[in-house]
Structures are given as structure tokens and as C-alpha cells.
Antibody, heavy 120, light 107 residues
Framework: EVQLLESGGGLIQPGGSLRLSCEAS????????MSWVRQAPGKGLEWVAA???????FYADSVKGRFTISRDNSKNTVSLQMNSLRAEDTAVYYC??????????????WGQGTLVTVSS | DIQMTQSPSTLSASVGDRVTITCRASESVHKWVAWYQQKPGKAPKLLIS???SLESGVPSRFSGSQSGTEFTLTISSLQPDDFATYYCQQYNNYSWTFGQGTKVEIK
């Protein structure tokens, strides 16, 4: 059974940093691209970042230069380092597994989400 | 970035109704569109990929179609479990973009 378990969310002041982690199980982690998708309270879905099985990374313009996605295939984890946080980064952050490897594919498994609140 | 314009934003319908939700891409995304269902407090669920390919385990009352850059999700006979919010997504390349969402409410 595929499982994605996020951790690291919480309340942080504007300008602060936070690191989210997602531990994956139930599939060959190293073979799949992984993404982070966020959802602000009461709003729609917004793609944040992706990392391919090759390690190549991609970012939404809204987070480029502030967020860094990384993966550790030995620990089956994908992380999102978030710096210079802003109020508009407040959202539930979902870890997401793509449905196929190599390329850009829709998400077939999602984590439960972790809430990040940026507020003073 | 490619924009996905989804309509309507809200839809009131009754059990048994035929429901149609539309997304229009701002440029060609070929067939690389997916549809998700999301219920309150839950992660989205993938219903359809490649514009019209039904995911395993998804009821056959859900279907997807494409005409150029316009994509449609149809629920042939709305069931009580289908009241939720639906999102389209283009995954032609990174960066992905989602439609604004359509909330299907009970009439």
C-alpha cells in the first residue's frame, strides 16, 4: 500500500524558515517524480515544486528562489525547504507521487497534508 | 504559464442529474489533462488522466472528453457520494496548473 506521510508544518513568523518532509512507502521511491502541491484555506490547488527521479527540479514562479525541493532515495523521503516565508504561503502542503516515472504525470497518491501558517 | 479556466465555479444539482464541468486551456496542452475530486478536509483523488482515461476503480458514470483546448468532465448520473469539488489540471510540462475548482452542491 502506497503511503505518504508529511511532517514539519506549523506556525512560523513572516521571513522565517520551515522544512517539510514526506516519507514514502509501498512503491519504488527512486523511480518516481515527486511534487509538493499546496492549498490555501478555502482556495484551490497550487503546484509548488517537483523533483524528477533524475533529481532535476522545477519550481512555481511564486516560490522560485525561496523554496528548495530535494530527495533522499536512501531514506525514501522528499523534502521542501521553505525560506523567506510570507503570509501568502499559508496553506496545507501536500506531498504528491506522480503516476508514472520520467516525465510529467498526474498525481495518483497524495499525503494527508501538513498545515503551514505564516503569521506574526 | 498555461492558464486553465474552469467553469462553473459552483453547480447545484440533484441526484440522478447529468453534470458537465469544463476547463479551457490558454494554449495547447495536447491530451495532458487530469481531473480530480476533492472532499472537505481530504486530499484530492485522481479520476481521469490523459483527458479521457478513467482511473482504475473510478465509477463509469465519470467520463472525460476533449475538443481542442477545451476539456470536459461529465458525471452521467450524479450520486450522493459525488457532491464534492472538482479540479482540472494540465500536466503538459512543469509547471502544472489547476483550474479554479467546481463545487457540486445538492440542489
Amino acid at each position: 500500500e502506497v503511503q505518504l506521510l508529511e511532517s514539519g508544518g506549523g506556525l512560523i513568523q513572516p521571513g522565517g524558515s520551515l522544512r517539510l518532509s514526506c516519507e514514502a512507502s509501498g512503491f519504488t521511491f527512486s523511480n518516481y517524480a515527486m511534487s509538493w502541491v499546496r492549498q490555501a484555506p478555502g482556495k484551490g490547488l497550487e503546484w509548488v515544486a517537483a523533483i524528477r527521479d533524475s533529481g532535476e527540479t522545477f519550481y512555481a514562479d511564486s516560490v522560485k528562489g525561496r523554496f528548495t525541493i530535494s530527495r533522499d532515495n536512501s531514506k525514501n523521503t522528499v523534502s521542501l525547504q521553505m525560506n523567506s516565508l510570507r503570509a501568502e504561503d499559508t496553506a496545507v502542503y501536500y506531498c504528491a507521487k506522480e503516476s508514472a516515472n520520467s516525465g510529467s504525470y498526474p498525481v495518483d497518491y497524495w499525503g494527508q497534508g501538513t498545515l503551514v501558517t505564516v503569521s506574526s | 504559464d498555461i492558464q486553465m479556466t474552469q467553469s462553473p465555479s459552483t453547480l447545484s444539482a440533484s441526484v440522478g442529474d447529468r453534470v458537465t464541468i469544463t476547463c479551457r486551456a490558454s494554449e495547447s496542452v495536447h491530451k495532458w489533462v487530469a481531473w480530480y475530486q476533492q472532499k472537505p478536509g481530504k486530499a484530492p483523488k485522481l479520476l481521469i488522466s490523459e483527458a479521457s482515461s478513467l482511473e482504475s476503480g473510478v465509477p463509469s458514470r465519470f467520463s472525460g472528453s476533449q475538443s481542442g483546448t477545451e476539456f470536459t468532465l461529465t458525471i452521467s448520473s450524479l450520486q450522493p457520494d459525488d457532491f464534492a469539488t472538482y479540479y482540472c489540471q494540465q500536466y503538459n510540462n512543469y509547471s502544472w496548473t489547476f483550474g479554479q475548482g467546481t463545487k457540486v452542491e445538492i440542489k
